[in-house]
């Protein structure tokens, strides 16, 4: 990078994007449109915990049916759309971990509809408004770490920014950042962002640093507590990041450190208990099986339609993570042994996500989920791109920048119903590309 601008994008890239995405959500959303409610389906069951803590008192979530019919059409918000049975008690299916990230924000909506005297009901637009702006936001905190890890892999300024601007442009990531920020993979992103840049930091460390480990393992329980299935992300990490040696030395300066080990200790009860307490209020059981009647099919995988199918497959979507499993090879030559044990839990983790009752995740924008990989894959791509000739270095700029291009189109013709959420097949897959026209309602209604 030798211009000045180059250089100024470089560094201020974790303020620029997350300033572009918040700009584009606000022009893309219609806030007094029902239709366009951001706290609905999924969000509407990882939000009920903050307006039935602190304005309703009710964790039985009815007042989400008044709710619906003030802001929503179609029940959009109402319980049905999150709660569960277990036992035959009604259960909030989700976990309490994005309404802890949000908390804040919820605050501030609640403190700006008393200044603006709107109704305090955790539903008008300045919640909603607050709410969706939280992923930029937190996406802020997120790329200031992505450039810090992908320093560690590469001294080339522009290996770096290209590899930033192909996952936060190029892949998935955008779309729900942008269209549908309020879901829980960008939020996901950024801890394990935050999970690992602290991974490196204790591996580069000659001494314990009591702040490293606070904020390594609060950035972990948040992780866990928006989906207890990232555990295995966070497997995947360590695995990837520690050798043995590098496990031993963390668990003996743990233990060797009360504070340390009291805070590793505590935070985790703390939250579990939290999530347990609010399940008895609920069921009057404290350990609940909140995805009751939904499962995985481990028998009925489909391993081939959740990668590579026009359905949803998430390298047909995201091509450009490619590179990152061609990144993997390259790799393997430094760390032969973790890089195994990272590559075997990445396999099963797509084994088992696509084992999932519905493995489409419904309307979605290719493979949602795998967002959640995207920090471990993001070294994989860096160190690709780290690996070619300098012509084919920039061969492969170009291409990057029409994967990137296509990404941002396609991401477009979702959210304006050219390219459909769901029941995508070849054919309409293909009469759908690069078209402004709705082919695809055709095709359905011939």
Same mark, same amino acid.
Not at 15 to 35: E, G, H, Q, R, T
Not at 136 to 161: C, D, H, P, Q, R
Not at 426 to 441: C, D, P, V
């Given at each position: 990078?030798?211009?000045?601008?180059?250089?100024? =994008?470089?560094?201020?890239?974790? $303020?620029? +994007?997350?300033?572009?995405?918040?700009?584009?959500?606000?022009?893309n959303k219609d806030f007094n449109s029902k239709y366009e409610r951001l706290i609905q389906s999924d969000v509407a069951g990882y939000y009920a915990y903050l307006p039935a803590t602190f304005i309703y008192h009710d964790f039985s979530f009815n007042f989400t049916n008044a709710i619906s019919d003030?802001?929503?059409?179609?029940?959009?918000?109402?319980?049905?759309?999150?709660?569960?049975?277990?036992?035959?008690?009604? /259960?909030?299916?989700?976990? /309490?971990?994005?309404?802890?990230?949000?908390?804040?924000?919820?605050?501030?909506?609640?403190?700006?509809?008393?200044?603006?005297?709107?109704?305090?009901?955790?539903? &008008?637009?300045?919640?909603?408004?607050?709410?969706?702006?939280?992923?930029?936001?937190? #996406?802020?905190?997120?790329?200031?770490?992505? @450039? @810090?890890?992908?320093?560690?892999?590469?001294?080339?300024?522009?290996?770096?920014? +290209?590899? *930033?601007?192909?996952?936060?442009?190029?892949?998935?990531?955008?779309?729900?950042?942008?269209?549908?920020? =309020?879901?829980?993979?960008?939020?996901? $992103?950024?801890?394990?962002?935050?999970?690992?840049?602290?991974?490196?930091?204790?591996?580069?460390?000659?001494?314990?640093?009591?702040?490293?480990?606070? +904020?390594?393992?609060?950035? !972990?329980?948040?992780? /866990?507590?928006?989906?207890?299935?990232? !555990?295995?992300?966070?497997?995947?990490?360590?695995?990837?990041?520690?050798?043995?040696?590098d496990i031993k030395l963390f668990f003996k300066q743990l233990i060797n450190s009360k504070k340390a080990l009291a805070f590793t200790i505590v935070l985790p009860l703390l939250l579990l208990f939290l999530q347990l307490y609010i399940w008895k209020i609920q069921t009057g059981f404290w350990f609940?099986?909140?995805?009751?009647?939904?499962?995985? &099919?481990?028998?009925?995988? &489909?391993?081939?339609?959740?990668?590579?199918?026009?359905?949803?497959?998430?390298?047909?979507?995201?091509?450009? =993570?490619?590179?990152? *499993?061609?990144?993997? $090879?390259?790799?393997?030559?430094?760390? @032969?042994?973790? #890089?195994?044990?990272?590559?075997?839990?990445?396999?099963?983790?797509?084994?088992?996500?696509?084992?999932?009752?519905?493995?489409t995740y419904g309307t979605s924008f290719g493979q949602r989920l795998m967002i959640d990989t995207y920090p471990i894959l993001a070294i994989f791509f860096c160190t690709f791109l780290n690996a070619v000739t300098q012509k084919m270095f920039k061969i492969l700029a170009a291409l990057i920048v029409?994967? +990137?291009?296509?990404?941002?189109?396609?991401?477009?013709?979702? @959210? &304006?119903? *050219?390219?459909?959420?769901?029941?995508?097949?070849?054919?309409?897959?293909?009469?759908? $590309?690069?078209?402004?026209?709705?082919?695809?309602?055709?095709?359905?209604?011939?």
């Amino acid at each position: 990078m030798k211009s000045r601008f180059a250089l100024f =994008c470089y560094n201020k890239i974790h $303020f620029v +994007i997350p300033m572009f995405f918040a700009v584009l959500f606000c022009a893309n959303k219609d806030f007094n449109s029902k239709y366009e409610r951001l706290i609905q389906s999924d969000v509407a069951g990882y939000y009920a915990y903050l307006p039935a803590t602190f304005i309703y008192h009710d964790f039985s979530f009815n007042f989400t049916n008044a709710i619906s019919d003030e802001y929503y059409v179609d029940g959009r918000a109402t319980k049905k759309e999150f709660i569960n049975y277990y036992k035959h008690q009604p /259960v909030n299916k989700y976990w /309490v971990g994005l309404s802890i990230l949000w908390f804040p924000f919820f605050l501030i909506a609640h403190f700006l509809s008393l200044l603006l005297q709107l109704p305090n009901d955790g539903y &008008n637009n300045i919640y909603q408004f607050c709410i969706g702006i939280s992923a930029a936001v937190y #996406l802020y905190l997120g790329i200031f770490y992505f @450039k @810090k890890i992908l320093e560690n892999y590469s001294t080339s300024k522009s290996v770096i920014f +290209i590899t *930033i601007l192909a996952f936060l442009l190029g892949t998935n990531l955008y779309y729900y950042s942008v269209f549908s920020p =309020c879901l829980s993979h960008s939020f996901t $992103f950024v801890f394990l962002l935050l999970f690992v840049s602290q991974l490196l930091k204790f591996k580069a460390q000659s001494e314990f640093k009591l702040g490293t480990f606070l +904020i390594l393992i609060t950035s !972990a329980c948040l992780v /866990v507590f928006i989906r207890p299935l990232n !555990a295995f992300l966070l497997l995947f990490s360590v695995l990837f990041v520690f050798t043995f040696t590098d496990i031993k030395l963390f668990f003996k300066q743990l233990i060797n450190s009360k504070k340390a080990l009291a805070f590793t200790i505590v935070l985790p009860l703390l939250l579990l208990f939290l999530q347990l307490y609010i399940w008895k209020i609920q069921t009057g059981f404290w350990f609940v099986d909140s995805y009751a009647g939904e499962s995985f &099919n481990l028998n009925n995988s &489909n391993f081939i339609n959740f990668t590579i199918s026009y359905a949803k497959g998430w390298l047909l979507y995201t091509p450009i =993570c490619v590179f990152s *499993i061609a990144g993997i $090879f390259i790799h393997y030559k430094k760390q @032969k042994l973790n #890089l195994a044990l990272a590559f075997l839990i990445l396999v099963c983790w797509i084994y088992l996500l696509s084992s999932w009752w519905i493995w489409t995740y419904g309307t979605s924008f290719g493979q949602r989920l795998m967002i959640d990989t995207y920090p471990i894959l993001a070294i994989f791509f860096c160190t690709f791109l780290n690996a070619v000739t300098q012509k084919m270095f920039k061969i492969l700029a170009a291409l990057i920048v029409l994967l +990137i291009g296509l990404n941002l189109f396609q991401s477009w013709q979702l @959210k &304006n119903g *050219i390219l459909p959420e769901y029941f995508v097949t070849k054919n309409i897959y293909w009469r759908s $590309f690069l078209t402004t026209q709705r082919h695809a309602y055709k095709l359905y209604n011939p």
